[in-house]
């Protein structure tokens, strides 16, 4: 069953962004908005569901034949595009100040994803990760949209003071990946096993000062802010991110403890309220490695002794009788189905 998506609503300027650089491109907005069934996108307090925006980028990338949306929608989010909210982090005293500000009030921008400030002597990092169920597709272009937009605020507010930093995202590595060369003193990584994205700055950039500094006009903002805030909120299918975060964390199987620890839950808490809807951890885990080894198998590349050992099995008979209760068939007989079902092209 699916989470009721329309509880993640995004603001509609974000949406109006991306229409913005699709009409650029030649594409219309008016078929993709009936596509995805979004009725207004004009109004200060317009927003959409995680639902629509799904199905709106899958149409805008089949509409545009781009696969780079998410690096191209980032380069137009500077802090400006933000609302009230940019307003206060543009006039932050220093850049600690305005990521606090940005993690406080993530959700006026997005409520997909959570974000944390981790400090040590040397490393600041700023740690996403996702709190909604989304599709691979969304987790793909806000990942490349996130880290895009962070970069340009980091430009408008640090200048030519801005040192070499990196970032991780769990997404694969995109065609377009050498567009991240062009992005100034950063290096970009792919593929990493936890799902969300990390950004690694140097921890003395967080004391230096910003050029607008303005903290009468900040407190203002953040007033506006907080009263904003109050007014967003978000329920969520405990099992249907999980079920999310062990899609996208591949082959790493992380632990209850991990998914429990990224919520800041305990694995206990975060057992029973599987338990209320109805699942358990192991069973989602065994669900989406059934899910993975159907995909493997399909593929053909992959033996399956190898299968059952990157899925974390410890031997191959294992693997073989949980994929036979679940499915009906050994993985031998799936394999050979897939390979005499005529393959789709396009």
């Not at 921008?109 to 597709?137: D, G, I, N, T």
């Not at 996208?248 to 309220?273: C, I």
């Not at 358990?280 to 399956?304: K, N, P």
Request: glycine share 6%; hydrophobic share 40%.
């Amino acid at each position: 069953m699916r989470e009721k998506t329309e509880s993640f609503r995004l603001p509609a300027r974000y949406v109006a962004q991306l229409l913005d650089l699709l009409e650029a491109r030649g594409v219309d907005r008016e078929p993709l908005l009936r596509a995805a069934r979004i009725r207004s996108i004009d109004t200060p307090t317009s927003q959409v569901t995680l639902g629509q925006f799904e199905a709106l980028i899958r149409v805008a990338e089949q509409a545009s034949g781009r696969v780079d949306l998410g690096f191209e929608l980032g380069r137009r989010l500077d802090p400006t595009a933000h609302d009230v909210l940019g307003f206060a982090l543009l006039t932050s005293p220093t850049l600690g100040h305005l990521l606090r500000l940005a993690v406080t009030y993530q959700r006026l921008m997005q409520p997909f994803f959570a974000v944390r400030l981790h400090r040590s002597p040397a490393r600041a990092e700023l740690v996403y990760v996702p709190v909604a169920a989304m599709s691979h597709r969304a987790m793909r272009l806000l990942q490349e949209a996130i880290v895009v937009s962070n970069h340009a605020g980091f430009e408008t507010t640090l200048k030519e003071r801005l040192p070499s930093y990196e970032v991780w995202m769990s997404i694969e590595r995109p065609p377009h990946a050498q567009r991240y060369r062009d992005l100034l003193n950063v290096k970009a990584h792919f593929a990493d096993p936890v799902p969300g994205l990390r950004i690694s700055l140097p921890a003395t950039l967080l004391d230096a000062p910003l050029a607008m500094a303005n903290p009468r006009a900040t407190s203002a903002a953040e007033e506006r802010c907080k009263t904003m805030l109050r007014g967003a909120s978000a329920r969520r299918r405990w099992s249907e991110w999980c079920r999310t975060m062990l899609r996208e964390s591949e082959d790493s199987r992380p632990t209850l403890g991990q998914l429990a620890g990224f919520m800041n839950v305990s694995p206990r808490t975060l057992a029973r309220y599987l338990e209320r809807e109805g699942t358990s951890f192991r069973e989602l885990s065994l669900e989406v490695r059934t899910a993975r080894a159907r995909q493997l198998l399909a593929d053909g590349s992959t033996s399956v002794t190898q299968i059952a050992y990157r899925l974390g099995y410890s031997d191959v008979a294992s693997f073989v009788r949980s994929f036979k209760a679940r499915t009906g068939r050994p993985p031998g007989a799936t394999r050979r189905a897939a390979s005499t079902r005529p393959r789709r092209h396009g």
